[in-house]
């Protein structure tokens, strides 16, 4: 049993650690165009949209584990290119969201208790960025890596008022030995309510997410899920795990605008009295 113990602490401190290091610098400040929000009482998080009248559609994006998520910089400014604007919520512990930090949690039960706990942080962030200025509030979609991946894929089966998801890599590092894990995201695809496009790189710490949950998407009603294991981003599988799911949109890029632009399309007006 003692070994049991350690292996599930070193496991939870692998998976902490890895996106951790993704984290941007802490001496670098946020760019000009990234706002300071609090979405929620006590909790924070930045905003970025596209220069414009608006209303613009808005990629809700929820950070991986990392304690420090930042402001997300490169990735914002791809969604703000292509008309998209982008909200980074930090969950409670999280970056500028005073709480206690999930990374502190070693058993995994309670740890995959806790992700569904701190999903009402994303549920607040979609309310939250539906009544803001120049945001369309009929076209918000989620997205997210990692332990964000998990928490996309869990917002995904919400009725929230959201029109699709793009999990990056959810549960990838843990997955092997988490049958809690495995077991939430099943259920989550299961009842996904929205489209989903699932997507890894192929150096993933462990693509079965993928390669379960794909099928499990395939069950639901939704004529547009998706997953796609893409080549090896990078060396490692830190590279092909955090670092796809930030810097990897050279190559995922397009797919996902596409699997947005049509899941998130703008609802046809109804012809006005005078064309009746």
């Given amino acids: ?27 670098a400040g946020p760019p000009p165009d990234a706002t300071l929000v609090e979405y929620a009482t006590g909790r924070k998080g930045f905003f970025y949209r596209p220069d414009g009248p608006g ?33 980074l919520p930090h969950r409670r512990g999280h970056g500028q969201s005073p709480g206690d930090y999930i990374g502190d949690e070693r058993d995994n039960a309670k740890l995959v208790a806790l992700l569904d706990e701190h999903n009402g942080d994303v549920v607040a962030a979609i ?23 998990i928490e996309t894929l869990i917002t995904a089966a919400k009725d929230v008022g959201i029109r699709a998801a793009v999990p990056f890599a959810p549960g990838a590092i843990m997955w092997q030995r988490t049958p809690e894990l495995r077991d939430r995201l099943t259920r989550a695809a299961r009842e996904a309510k929205v489209p989903v496009f699932l997507v890894q790189a192929e150096n993933d710490f462990d693509v079965s997410p993928s390669r379960v949950l794909g099928p499990e998407l395939e069950k639901t009603d939704r004529a547009h899920n998706r997953v796609r294991i893409y080549p090896r981003f990078g060396t490692t599988a830190l590279d092909g795990h955090g670092g796809f799911c930030t810097r990897g949109f050279t190559v995922w890029g397009t797919d996902v605008l596409e699997f947005l632009d049509r899941a998130a399309a703008p609802s046809p007006r109804p012809p006005s009295k005078a064309a009746r």
């Avoid at 997300?72 to 909200?87: E, I, K, N, P």
Wanted: proline share 10%.
């Fill in 55 to 87: 209303p613009f559609p808005v990629v809700v994006w929820n950070h991986g584990s990392e304690q420090r998520p930042g402001w997300q910089t490169d990735l914002a400014h791809f969604y703000v290119s292509h008309g998209w604007a982008f909200l």
């Fill in 1 to 27: 049993m003692p070994r049991q113990r350690a292996s599930l602490h070193v496991l939870v401190a692998i998976a902490l650690a890895a996106p951790a290091a993704l984290a941007e610098p802490v001496a």
């Fill in 127 to 149: 309310a939250w960025v539906k009544t803001q200025p120049k945001i369309d509030p009929a076209r918000v979609v989620v997205s997210g890596c990692s332990f964000g991946g």
